[in-house]
């Protein structure tokens, strides 16, 4: 990030322009603090686009802008309240006199391993991540994920030795690393969880025998000529097949549906 906004064609503080928020008509500004410094911004903008309207301009700490990436975790207080608060600078709506900084990276220990050479059982994980057994049970780390992940939970499950359930508890983990960062234990959380979840995927989960399959299908050859018709179509054509195509009713219950058309099921 850099502050730029002291340059020649500096933004009106009524009107964002460029790709940032076009604010509301008569939107108010309030004070925002970052990394001590005060700026006023729009009331309406998240974090992210606050930061970017006061003449920050994100070179790394930003992504996806949407929730998904991890690449913005933000850590904030607000005036006269002793807590702290985490959460993404994309999806993060100001509030008055908040009191933030970026954590775009936190270190945390990562092991090397190869996948296909993985026993998939707990002390798989034990032997990689030691430290696991590190853990007090504190709770910080749950209480700083933006995601909502039970986080404490997924590493009691490690090492309850089960990896499933850490697999499944842990889904929702964008990386962002901010439960690494409030960690008594000095756990990497969310790569041990990774672990589990490449463990989980490639040898325990059970396989979905309709993909297996229709993945043979593929390889056989079954919709070579079908896609070779699509590719040499008009775009006119493609449309309107794609707009005529038969649809499964949004309401159907699963598994009830099939098309009138099987020949490529
Ligand atoms: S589990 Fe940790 S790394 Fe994953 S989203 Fe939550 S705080 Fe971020
Ligand atoms: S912050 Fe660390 S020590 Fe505390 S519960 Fe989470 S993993 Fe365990
Ligand atoms: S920019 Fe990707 S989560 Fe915020």
């Known amino acids: 990030m850099s502050d730029t906004q002291t340059g020649g064609n500096k933004p009106s503080q009524q009107m964002a322009t460029g790709d940032r928020a076009i604010l509301p008509e008569g939107a108010t500004t309030i004070p925002i603090y970052v990394m001590g410094k005060k700026y006023e911004v729009p009331e309406t903008l998240t974090i992210m686009k606050a930061m970017e309207y006061a ?74 991540y030691p430290e696991l057994f590190r853990c007090v049970a504190c709770n910080n780390c749950t209480k700083a994920c933006p995601m909502g992940v039970e986080v404490m939970d997924f590493i009691s499950a490690l090492k309850q030795g089960d990896i499933g359930r850490a697999a499944e508890l842990s889904f929702d983990c964008i990386q962002c ?40 299908e593929i390889r056989a050859g079954k919709y070579d000529e079908l896609l070779e018709d699509l590719t040499q179509m008009k775009r006119e054509d493609l449309e309107k097949i794609y707009q005529e195509r038969e649809r499964e009713p949004d309401l159907a219950p699963p598994g009830t549906w099939i098309p009138e058309d099987t020949q490529y099921l």
Do not use: W
């Open 55 to 128: 003449g920050f301009k994100f070179i790394r700490g930003a992504g996806c802008r949407g929730g998904i990436c991890g690449a913005c975790p933000t850590v904030y207080r607000k005036e006269g309240d002793y807590k702290l608060y985490f959460g993404l600078a994309c999806q993060t709506v100001v509030e008055p006199n908040m009191y933030l900084t970026q954590i775009p990276f936190y270190p945390a220990n990562r092991t090397m391993y190869d996948i296909e050479k993985i026993e998939p059982i707990p002390e798989a994980i034990n032997v990689l």
């Open 177 to 216: 690393g901010l439960c690494a960062s409030r960690c008594m234990g000095e756990l990497p959380q969310y790569h041990i969880a990774q672990l589990a979840r490449r463990i989980y995927g490639k040898y325990l989960m059970p396989r979905a025998e309709h993909l297996k399959k229709r993945v043979e």
